[in-house]
């Protein structure tokens, strides 16, 4: 995504700034907190080799311990804001933001495991992963869905993301924090 015209003129929000904990729709407790290498590496790689291969949307995420792996090191590192839905000791949901051009925007991608999706675990997690990336300063979002992906493209107009370019073969969608 490109230029600054591509992006609402009003900031959506505001959004919660992690640690935020709730019960899920299945009444689950569900803690969504920043992503921390130390304590979350193991349990992430165990989410995404896990992963339901029906749920995986322009390649991603990867198939492979070694390919899942390389994936995380590159959107985790110190310049990306990264938070993490845990059940008990389990990651079961992942929301990053990496950054990209211009300055202070950031490409948005979200994975919650299939036994809980639609449980109201993503749209937590994405309002969470905005607040944490407006305080480290990130002020656009965009992503790219699939335009078939009906409940995905709900969930983003939910949080506050609008269509930014509906002609290509994805849905591209954007928000200012």
Known sequence: MSGDDAFPDEPA???PEPPTTFDDREGRPITVRRYDEALDRD???AMYEAFDPADRAQGIPPTGEERIADW???ITGPETVNVVANH??????????VPDEPEATAELAIF???????????TTLIETLLGAGREAGVERVWLSVERWNDPAISLYEKVGFV??????????????L
């Open 13 to 15: 929000g505001p959004f």
């Open 43 to 45: 349990a992430l790689e």
């Open 72 to 74: 995380l090191d590159a």
């Open 112 to 122: 919650v495991l299939q036994d809980y999706q639609g449980a109201g675990i993503g």
């Open 88 to 97: 008990g000791d389990a990651v079961v949901g992942h929301a990053t933001l």
């Open 163 to 176: 269509a930014s370019d509906t002609e290509s073969f994805e849905h591209e969608m954007a928000i200012r």
